[in-house]
């Protein structure tokens, strides 16, 4: 099992640009979690989906920001019209269930110039 | 790595002494704990975790604490090793499957 894949790991952007990451869930889970993460502190929780569904994004910000999770391949996170303040470490987790038992993926580092 | 920052709280520790990392959290609803260690350009890994119904759980060479009362968490690991040197989050949950984490503190262990 080769855990939750997240591609690519490091992806540079300029201001303006479009940034699109992958999450690919570990095998046989369908409920994927975004997490951000700025320097120097903790996860900042953003969205919650099962396949083809939103469960929760209350932590996504209202605009440039979206998330899918297709019936077929992997969860994608866009961001539109990239700022520098975007530039953050991304995670995405999944679980089988849908309980908080759910496990990270190696995170996206976005860097905006 | 950009999650071990210089503003971290940090706790440095001898080798093979044991250490004690706390966490304050802020909403008395949640139910679920959760430690997590990460190190340098890699994602969080589970440590262990704990439901409000208990008080103390126990793994391999670490301990969980929770205090309700004062809404404080800690993890206790024994014989520290220097693989255990990382950053240490605490995160809880509140019913919905979203997790809160806390800020942080960088273990340093001196060989």
């Known amino acids: 099992n080769a855990g939750v894949m997240q591609n690519p790991r490091h992806l540079v952007r300029r201001r303006g640009q479009e940034a699109r990451l992958r999450c690919s869930p570990m095998?046989?889970?369908?409920?994927v979690y975004w997490y951000r993460q700025l320097p120097e502190e903790g996860l900042k929780f953003m969205v919650y989906?099962?396949?083809?569904?939103?469960?929760?994004e209350s932590g996504m910000p209202k605009e440039r920001f979206s998330a899918e999770f297709p019936k077929e391949g992997p969860s994608i996170l866009r961001i539109q019209q990239v700022v520098r303040g975007d530039s953050a470490a991304y995670f995405c987790?999944?679980?089988?269930?849908?309980?908080?038992?759910?496990?990270f993926g190696s995170g996206t580092r976005l860097t905006v110039v | 790595g950009e999650n071990v920052g210089l503003h971290l709280p940090t706790l440095s520790v001898q080798e093979g002494d044991n250490s004690i990392i706390n966490c304050a959290y802020s909403?008395?609803?949640?139910?679920?704990f959760i430690w997590y260690k990460q190190e340098s350009g890699k994602g969080p890994q589970f440590i262990i975790d704990?439901?409000?119904?208990?008080d103390k759980r126990q793994g391999q060479r670490v301990t969980v604490l929770l205090n309700k009362t004062v809404k404080h968490l800690s993890l206790q690991i024994a014989a520290t090793q220097p693989g255990d040197s990382a950053v240490y989050f605490c995160?809880?949950?509140?019913?919905?499957?979203?997790?809160?984490f806390g800020s942080g503190t960088r273990l340093q262990v001196q060989p």
């Open positions: 987790a999944s679980s089988t269930d849908g309980n908080y038992g759910y496990t």
């Open positions: 095998k046989g889970h369908s409920h």
């Open positions: 989906l099962q396949k083809e569904n939103i469960i929760d």
């Open positions: 909403n008395s609803a949640s139910d679920y």
């Open positions: 704990i439901r409000s119904n208990m």
């Open positions: 995160a809880e949950g509140a019913g919905r499957r979203a997790l809160t």
